[in-house]
């Protein structure tokens, strides 16, 4: 990594959560079936997790394995009603929050962008590692003049995020993971709904969660990408009607971090955010995943993750 000094010293407020996590064994066997309810074709099997550093991942290490842990970091109250600007955070002393090896990590996941450094509000796919050749994969997305989207890299490599961070660490190392496909939607569910949904009615309040990223290999996804901050007050309900929705062609990556059940953490549920490099004169893009809009003929193709601790870091007060 070119840019590992981000401007932002210190540490934030700090919980840590331990996790009583399944095999992965038995997980595949739990995930199969459920998600055979939301889709014609789902398979779910632990497997050697595959180079994620190549393509079609473009992920900044080659595995999901070693020190596997949860950050939930800051929250939407951060955006809404009003903005609050001091909530800018370094991914690096996150990390390091994390208790992740100093000399070998990755993050993977969704956030806000680092509007200090942009300039403006915008959609972060945090997707970075130390060790691993120290990459920083980190793809962003904006509403540019006009209200279209411009998705890319992140500028000057930065390190940084606005506002709320959902990230799944680990050692980046080769290892077992779950493998999870499904193709052709046949419920109301999204894939992650879908996942989560599965493990809620199994585990009920043990919280079972999960970090990584799916593939929709074919398809196209609902997403959305937030606009500059609002000059005036949004409550929740208008702040749905704010952000700016696309539909968005696969192939899509998606960093995707999930519980299954919040024993009054604080936690965000769900978070998963998506990209596609340019490549053969298609646009770049990426914003966040909402589902996919073309339920006959998507195929998804996961790896995951379990994780055994959650930091939940700058939790915003009730
Ligand atoms: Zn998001």
């Given at each position: 990594m070119t840019e590992l000094d981000s401007k932002i010293e210190g540490s934030y407020p700090i919980v840590k959560h331990h996790l009583d996590a399944p095999t992965l064994a038995e997980l595949a066997a739990i995930l199969e079936p459920g998600l055979q309810k939301s889709f014609k074709t789902a398979s779910v099997s632990v497997t050697a997790?595959?180079?994620?550093?190549?393509?079609?991942?473009?992920?900044?290490?080659?595995?999901?394995?070693?020190?596997e842990r949860i950050a939930d970091v800051g929250g939407l109250i951060h955006l809404h009603p009003?903005?609050?600007?001091?909530?800018k955070y370094s991914l690096i002393s996150i990390m390091n929050q994390m208790e992740l090896p100093q000399n070998q990590s990755f993050v993977l996941g969704a956030g806000a962008g680092p509007f200090h450094q942009i300039g403006h509000n915008s959609e972060l796919i945090p997707n970075l590692s130390i060790g691993h050749n120290g990459t920083n994969r980190t793809q962003f997305a904006e509403i540019v003049n006009g209200g279209d989207y411009h998705s890319g890299p992140v500028p000057n490599g930065s390190t940084d995020c606005g506002l709320m961070a959902n990230l799944f660490g680990s050692e980046g190392l080769p290892g077992p993971v779950l493998k999870i496909t499904a193709s052709h939607r046949t419920g109301p569910l999204n894939f992650t709904a879908a996942i989560q949904e599965t493990l809620q009615s199994y585990y009920g309040e043990r919280p079972v969660s999960l970090g990584g990223a799916f593939l929709i290999k074919k398809g196209k996804a609902k997403t959305h990408v937030m606009p500059d901050f609002c000059t005036e007050r949004l409550e929740v309900g208008e702040a749905f009607d704010w952000l700016k929705f696309f539909e968005m062609d696969a192939p899509l990556v998606c960093p995707s971090v999930l519980h299954s059940y919040d024993p009054g953490w604080g936690l965000r549920m769900e978070h998963t955010h998506c990209f596609g490099l340019e490549k053969d004169g298609t646009k770049a893009r990426g914003g966040h995943y909402h589902g996919d809009t073309t339920p006959e003929t998507v195929e998804y193709e996961g790896y995951f993750n379990t994780a055994f601790s959650i930091y939940r870091i700058d939790q915003p007060p009730h």
């Open positions: 997790c595959p180079n994620l550093y190549d393509e079609p991942f473009y992920l900044a290490a080659p595995g999901l394995c070693g020190s009003v903005p609050n600007f001091d909530k």
